[in-house]
Each structure stands twice: as structure tokens, then as C-alpha cells.
């Protein structure tokens, strides 16, 4: 039987109200007795479901600034570090007292573990220490890092065990994480933590090209 008016189905009322979305300003009162299903409790009205929906996106808003205002923070202090880096590293009088500067740098300022550096050629004043090594450009004992040097681009995360096994040596289990520098014409500078976090691939490497630019640019005033 009809009752001579049409039966409007739930899906048509939806799709008029979406035409129509300020229809509820025309009768608040109406807005105000809707309820709105929750997921995780009783029911709300459509006021207060609106006000929770607004405070969830206020507070992952806030949360994202705070991330935003923290990676500004770690920005800023290592631009600050590159910078007190490159002024050291221009500071020395020969090349041994730079590539030390380097390494001390890196070690304290840049809560490296261990520091590590490789270099193409020997430099006078600089024997027996433990975090250097002088492998010509063209031994073999470079080829797990041909790739890295060939495109100068900075790789952070877990080393294949070959170049773990050249930096680190003896001590290779105590790294779990690394920065990999190469420095062109100069050799390779590595960062080791034990901490498989501290360096992870996809991390920003802006100021660690930086810091090998700085250091070899001021290896370059000795040369000849």
C-alpha cells in the first residue's frame, strides 16, 4: 500500500545532503540531536563529533610542528659543527695536523664511535696511528668501495662485510651503523656507532658532503 507519498531511501537523503552542505545551517537544531556512530565508544552528536575531529587534527598538527621545530634543531647544530669543522681543518699548518683535526672532529663532535680514514697517499707526520691507513687508489683492497668512490655520493647504514672488515678490522663487531665519506682524490672517511640506528640509509648526507669537501680542499693547500 502507498500512502501517496514517496519513500525517500537513505542513500538519497545522503547524496541531497552532499548537494546541499550548508543545509544544516538552516536548522541547528537538527545538526545538534544527529547522532554519529563512533568506532571506540557511545554515540555523539554531530557538534561534538565535529569538535573531536577538529582537536585530532589540531594535535597532529601540533605534533608535526614539534617534529618540524626538532629536525630545524639537529639542522642547526650541524651546520654549527660543519662550520667549527671547517674552520679547524683551515687552521692547520700541515697536512698531518688536518687529516688529525679531522679525525678528533669527528670522533667528539659527531659522537662517532669510531673514525676511520683511508687515504690514497702517504702524509708526512702521520704514522702508527690506529684510525689510518694509506691504500693506493688503485689496490685491490679498494674494490668493495669502487661504486662508492666512483659516484662521491656518501652512503649511511650497515657496510657489506668487505668494507666493514677493511675499516674496522679487529673491531669490526663493534660497529653496527656507518657513515661512508669518499673524498675525492683524498681517500675515504668512515663514522662507526654501535648504535644500528645512529646511521640508516636515506638519512640527509648535505653536511657530510660538506664536511668532505672542507677537508679536502684544505688537504689541497699542502699539496706539491
Known amino acids: ?5 514517496e519513500k ?3 542513500h538519497e537523503v545522503a547524496a541531497w545532503l552532499r548537494r546541499h552542505p550548508k543545509f544544516l545551517q538552516q536548522f541547528p537544531d537538527l545538526a545538534l540531536s544527529l547522532v554519529v556512530p563512533r568506532e571506540d565508544g557511545p554515540a555523539a552528536s554531530l557538534a ?3 569538535l573531536e575531529v577538529l582537536r585530532d587534527k589540531n594535535r597532529e598538527l601540533t605534533r608535526r610542528l614539534h617534529d618540524l621545530y626538532a629536525i630545524s634543531q639537529d639542522n642547526e647544530r650541524l651546520a654549527v659543527r660543519t662550520h667549527q669543522l ?8 700541515d697536512a698531518a695536523g688536518t687529516v688529525r683535526a679531522m679525525a678528533a672532529t669527528l670522533a667528539e663532535d659527531f659522537d662517532g664511535d669510531l673514525v676511520r680514514i683511508v687515504l690514497f697517499g702517504a702524509v708526512d707526520g702521520l704514522e702508527g696511528e690506529d684510525w689510518l691507513q694509506v691504500v693506493p687508489r688503485d689496490d685491490r683492497l679498494l674494490a668493495p668501495f669502487e661504486d662508492c668512490l666512483e659516484d662521491g655520493e656518501p652512503l649511511c647504514g650497515r657496510l657489506h662485510p668487505d668494507k666493514q672488515a677493511l675499516l674496522y678490522g679487529a673491531r669490526v663487531d663493534e660497529v653496527q651503523s656507518t657513515a661512508l665519506l669518499p673524498v675525492d682524490g683524498v681517500g675515504l672517511v668512515a663514522v662507526g656507532s654501535a648504535d644500528p640506528n645512529r646511521f640508516y640509509p636515506g638519512m640527509g648526507t648535505l653536511f657530510l658532503r660538506m664536511m668532505g669537501e672542507a677537508f ?3 688537504l689541497q693547500r699542502f699539496d706539491g
Open 86 to 93: 671547517t674552520l679547524a681543518l683551515m687552521r692547520q699548518p
Open 216 to 218: 679536502a680542499v684544505a
Open 8 to 10: 525517500i531511501g537513505a
Open 1 to 5: 500500500m502507498s500512502d501517496g507519498h
Open 48 to 50: 561534538s563529533y565535529q
